[in-house]
T-cell receptor, first 109, second 113 residues
Framework: GQNIDQPTEMTATEGAIVQINCTYQ??????LFWYQQHAGEAPTFLSY??LDGLEEKGRFSSFLSRSKGYSYLLLKELQMKDSASYLC??????????WGAGTKLIIKP | EADIYQTPRYLVIGTGKKITLECSQT?????MYWYQQDPGMELHLIHY???????EKGDLSSESTVSRIRTEHFPLTLESARPSHTSQYLC????????????FGQGTRLTVV
């Protein structure tokens, strides 16, 4: 079956760095998305990886290893506004997104 | 900024009622989606459309219907609401092409009593 695993909740300190991991199993693979979702709001797109390696975008970076079925989202210089859920989603061979349950990130001062 | 709108934002309705959740986008996107999301859980695809007069069923489609008469409009109808339908419903759209990011509406939080 198709499956996405990511930690349920993580806590980090303002100004620090946090890495949110995601492992996936899909029928075929057409890339890995990360979305941010603040409580009560819509998910918003953060990043897309289809090739192995690290993609950097400001304070946020995303890494993919296709051979390991693994991705992570790296958040640097954490700010209080980064408190949110981070959703990992893999695109299967039919170009459908398989979603993880999200990782709730709590930032403490 | 994404221009995709859902109405209503919140709805409390009695069991057995028929309801339609509205979703409109002004970006000219061909693809549109309906997802159901419970707190702390993954998004489940209910229905999707790749263009006008095209609709497909997702994982949780059996108790709802959709239509796509116009590109910008993709309403979701529950024929007979049940307490098990209580959830957050998210509409999304994406541009043509196989791999494009999805833009989400603010969601409709439905409570069936």
């Amino acid at each position: 079956g198709q499956n996405i695993d990511q930690p349920t909740e993580m806590t980090a300190t303002e100004g620090a760095i946090v890495q949110i991991n995601c492992t996936y199993q899909t029928s075929g693979f057409n890339g890995l998305f990360w979305y941010q979702q603040h409580a009560g709001e819509a998910p918003t797109f953060l990043s897309y990886n289809v090739l192995d390696g690290l993609e950097e975008k400001g304070r946020f970076s995303s890494f993919l290893s296709r051979s390991k079925g693994y991705s992570y989202l790296l958040l640097k210089e954490l700010q209080m506004k980064d408190s949110a859920s981070y959703l990992c989603a893999a695109m299967d061979s039919n170009y459908q997104l398989i979603w993880g349950a999200g990782t709730k990130l709590i930032i403490k001062p | 900024e994404a221009d995709i709108y859902q109405t209503p934002r919140y709805l409390v309705i009695g069991t057995g009622k028929k309801i339609t959740l509205e979703c409109s986008q002004t970006m000219g996107h061909d693809k549109m989606y309906w997802y159901q999301q419970d707190p702390g859980m993954e998004l489940h695809l209910i229905h999707y459309s790749y263009g006008v007069n095209s609709t497909e069923k997702g994982d949780l489609s059996s108790e709802s219907t959709v239509s796509r008469i116009r590109t910008e409009h993709f309403p979701l109808t529950l024929e007979s609401a049940r307490p098990s339908h209580t959830s957050q419903y998210l509409c999304a759209s994406s541009a043509g092409g196989e791999v494009t990011e999805a833009f989400f509406g603010q969601g409709t939080r439905l409570t069936v009593v």
